[in-house]
């Protein structure tokens, strides 16, 4: 989903996600009041250290344990130097056999199934941290949540904290978030497929685009296509706002204290309103990069053909944080392809520059040693 607004570097969904997922890593290195729930500790700015700002102390070392949405959710926002500063020492997947570090904080973040809440159970019985954050990447149930306390049973003081994140969509870009729900069209038009599972494909969609508006503190206006999926996801959305919007500490309370703030437009279709474009494929970078290379997550991975024959695959993450592709990634290719000579020149110039001067040094330094040994021999 694209977002068309002239301040999208600081209110777009990946500004404001990265943000929220910096303090959710950093919540282990300070105590938070009890009184605080999910979204007044997260969502409304809590003082978390965070070493990426360089205003505060070293954050302490902490471990971050995360299931499949969690990891694609946190890959385009954070580099593994970036969980460096932050005090990441370990990254690892809930569902993979880890070993007990007794002294150490974990940050969960995880999607709140049963599976997960069993796992989380696992850890805290067989104490293998110290202390545990969980942070779920959408609201967790109240079944899910009795089902996690009563299975720590009187371990559950490991618990400091449960947090809803809201944040189950992931951003790849400062206009552009996905809820990555591969193949949903097929399965949504596929003629098997139940009512009953035609509404938890809808509980996603509406779940995901809810995550987007709480993390971007927006209320909008919503208009949707008559009839489809479209007008169901508009209904759904609309009721959990209204839900979500009432009390003191709304998730929504930001949005809602600004009447006079003009209010965005959120547009919902459906795909068969213009199929031809699943059918496209453009002749741009970007688009070139996603069709031949398998462009994931802003991350593409190439294999590397060694001597003995064996291949080594290599990644390159290809995000706003690369010059060329943020210039380039809209443009047609053979534009692409004058621009790569154009910097391969530019590179060229910068490397015969940088000769020249380790050069002339050089000479300098041979000079000077043809002195010294001059002046030796004349002793």
Excluded at 63 to 68: G, K, N, P, S, T
Excluded at 133 to 143: A, L
Excluded at 363 to 379: K, N, Y
Aim: proline share 4%.
């Amino acid at each position: 989903m694209s977002i068309r607004d002239g301040r999208s570097e600081v209110f777009g969904p990946l500004y404001r996600q990265k943000k929220l997922i910096e303090q959710m890593i950093c919540s282990a290195d300070e105590t938070i009041s009890e009184t605080s729930n999910s979204y007044s500790a997260i969502h409304n700015n809590a003082k978390y250290s965070n070493s990426l700002d360089g205003s505060s102390s070293k954050p302490s070392w902490k471990v971050l344990i995360y299931d499949d949405i969690g990891r694609d959710i946190i890959a385009p926002l954070l580099r593994v130097a970036e969980l460096r500063q932050l005090g990441v020492t370990l990254h690892m997947s809930l569902s993979n056999r880890r070993q007990a570090i007794p002294d150490v904080p974990a940050v969960y973040f995880v999607s709140p199934t049963a599976d997960n809440i069993q796992k989380l159970n696992e850890d805290c019985k067989n104490q293998l941290y110290d202390s545990m954050w969980i942070h779920f990447t959408s609201s967790i149930p109240r079944v899910l949540l009795e089902l996690l306390a009563q299975g720590c049973g009187n371990d559950s003081q490991r618990i400091m904290k449960v947090y809803d994140m809201y944040s189950s969509f992931i951003s790849l870009e400062k206009t552009l978030f996905t809820l990555h729900m591969q193949k949903s069209y097929a399965a949504l038009n596929q003629p098997r497929m139940s009512d009953r599972d035609i509404e938890k494909m809808m509980e996603s969609v509406v779940t995901g685009l809810l995550s987007a508006l709480i993390t971007m503190k927006i209320v909008p206006i919503i208009r949707a296509q008559k009839g489809g999926p479209s007008e169901m996801v508009a209904r759904m959305l609309s009721d959990r706002i209204r839900e979500l919007a009432v009390g003191r500490n709304s998730v929504f309370s930001d949005a809602l204290s600004t009447p006079n703030t003009e209010r965005p437009l959120l547009l919902l279709l459906d795909r068969n309103i213009d199929l031809s474009v699943m059918l496209h494929h453009t002749w741009t970078y970007q688009a070139l990069g996603h069709d031949v290379l398998q462009l994931h997550l802003n991350r593409i991975t190439l294999p590397k053909t060694i001597s003995d024959g064996f291949r080594n695959a290599k990644s390159y993450d290809l995000d706003s944080n690369d010059e060329f592709w943020a210039v380039n990634a809209g443009r047609p290719f053979p534009q692409v392809a004058e621009a790569v000579e154009s910097a391969l020149a530019d590179y060229k110039k910068d490397v015969d520059a940088v000769n020249r001067q380790a050069g002339a040094v050089g000479d300098v330094l041979d000079e000077a040693r043809l002195e010294a040994a001059d002046h030796a021999l004349q002793r």
